[in-house]
């Protein structure tokens, strides 16, 4: 149980985020007996309600959400701790109800589940009700800017009123119970660790697949694209995850700082190559289990010159270090696609010879660290087949580290638990620096400037596919192929 005085006010509390998940991750915290007996929270939002009414809307919100996780005690206890603080973000002097709400003793922090163009006037309005000392947090969602100078833009925002060491930028694939076991996979396994480099990698894929579509958010993704949305953030920072170097300890700094000096390693995809390293595509009409889906350009609320926004990315990335010279990286990212998976495929090298009949090119042992749907790690190894008839043949066997199973049936924490426990604690290891944002931005502007000059185009792929044929050429003119669910 944390034992600090924390106080959570939480902007935008009748929105989608903190009814899916901000809420649900508090009420399992509380559950869990991690969260400090003194915590309170503020729901803050813009709509007239009376504590009463929003407490009883949540309650019925998180019995839907909760299912079987609900229970009637764990409520009683925990919406207690709700307060609802209606507040017109854009009126100064309503900010005054947060200060008389507040208690002197207690760390505050602020998360902003809110659009990014709102955290400077709230953040104002926060340091002239006298909200912000030299203890209060503040916690920021996606997206940190759309390029590298308006990334800045908001840092900068933030930063006349939070240091550094008091910022929390969200990425959620971060607070994933697979993810943070790279750390513990790579860095506590000698034989994993021994054998992480060029010299026994033939390659690396990362691929985040998603069913759905834009879910009514056209508004927001056609000025975005995908790779706005998924590349510069989750993707990259899983290659990071994947690829940098050990940190001295695991601790924030030295975290963020190897994942920093990976991001600047990672070669351009620009003019010169962007042609043959990017694929860019938008997903038209097709099936999703069984049911027939529109395309992109036939959602509701389309515009007919949206033909140029991306559903759909793959690029071949290449790091310029020692360790990983040589070694493309595969990433993959789209909407509307055949199932919803996210997972990290690492392909061993073959042998250098072949002393088995039957030892071909499908024969490379496969790390595959599964994020979602159901997390976990495998290892693709080949075994003698158990058969009186073949003197020496081989056969593909697989051992499975199911992370529900390890767990004895028990549930996995959702992400935002363990980013809203991190938190409460203080400790930013979880979390974007700015320095990470920055670099990511730089390397990601670069790719978009040279898909707009050299004219790569969106290529159409039917909803319910793994993406356009020329993602299938981008891998298989190297010799290998997508590694399927």
């Not at 924030?252 to 595509?281: C, F, W, Y």
Request: aromatic share 10%; with cysteine; net charge negative.
């Amino acid at each position: 149980m944390s034992s600090s005085k924390i106080d959570l006010v939480l902007f935008g509390a009748r929105g989608d985020l903190s009814r899916r998940k901000l809420f649900p991750a508090l009420f399992q915290l509380d559950k869990a007996d991690l969260l400090s007996s003194s915590t309170r929270i503020a729901a803050v939002a813009r709509q007239k309600l009376d504590s009463a009414t929003f407490i009883e809307q949540m309650g019925e919100t998180l019995k839907t959400n909760l299912g079987d996780d609900w229970t009637d005690e764990v409520w009683s206890r925990f919406k207690k701790r709700i307060d609802y603080i209606c507040i017109e973000f854009s009126e100064k002097e309503q900010f005054n109800a947060l200060k008389e709400w507040s208690n002197k003793d207690h760390t505050l922090i602020f998360y902003m589940a809110t659009p990014p163009s709102m955290f400077g006037i709230i953040c104002q309005y926060l340091d002239e009700a006298n909200c912000i000392d030299s203890s209060a947090r503040i916690v920021l969602e996606k997206p940190i800017g759309h390029d590298l100078e308006s990334s800045k833009v908001v840092n900068d925002t933030v930063g006349k009123y939070f240091p550094e060491t008091s910022i929390y930028r969200i990425d959620h694939y971060l607070g994933k119970e697979t993810v943070q076991n790279l750390l513990a996979l790579r860095f506590a396994n000698r034989i994993i660790h021994s054998q992480w480099d060029n010299s026994c990698i033939d390659h690396i894929q990362i691929t985040a697949a998603e069913t759905v579509g834009i879910e009514g958010r056209w508004t927001y993704y056609d000025g975005v694209g995908q790779l706005r949305d998924m590349v510069q953030n989750h993707l990259l920072q899983l290659l990071c995850m994947v690829a940098m170097e050990p940190p001295n300890k695991v601790e924030a700094d030295e975290i963020r700082a190897e994942k920093v000096k990976l991001l600047k390693a990672m070669t351009p995809i620009n003019h010169s190559n962007v042609n043959n390293q990017a694929v860019r595509g938008q997903y038209a009409a097709g099936t999703i289990a069984k049911q027939p889906v529109v395309g992109y350009m036939e959602e509701e609320g389309s515009a007919a010159d949206s033909s140029s926004t991306e559903t759909f990315v793959a690029l071949k990335v290449f790091v310029d270090n020692w360790r990983w010279a040589g070694v493309p990286f595969y990433l993959r990212t789209g909407k509307r696609m055949k199932d919803k998976v996210t997972q990290i495929v690492i392909t061993y090298k073959d042998n250098p010879h072949a002393i088995f009949s039957d030892d071909d090119s499908e024969a490379n042992n496969r790390l595959v660290i599964r994020l979602q749907p159901n997390e976990g790690i495998q290892l693709e190894m080949l075994s003698k087949k158990q058969s009186m008839k073949e003197r020496s043949s081989l056969e593909k066997r697989t051992l499975n580290l199911d992370f529900q199973e390890a767990n004895e049936g028990g549930r996995i924490p959702d992400a935002y638990e363990r980013l809203l426990l991190e938190v409460l604690n203080g400790d930013q290891w979880l979390f974007v620096s700015r320095d990470e944002i920055e670099a990511s931005w730089d390397w990601c502007d670069n790719l978009l400037e040279a898909c707009s000059d050299n004219n790569v185009t969106t290529e159409s792929y039917s909803a319910g596919s793994w993406g356009p044929s020329k993602s299938k050429s981008l891998i298989e003119n190297d010799g290998r192929s997508w590694y399927l669910v």
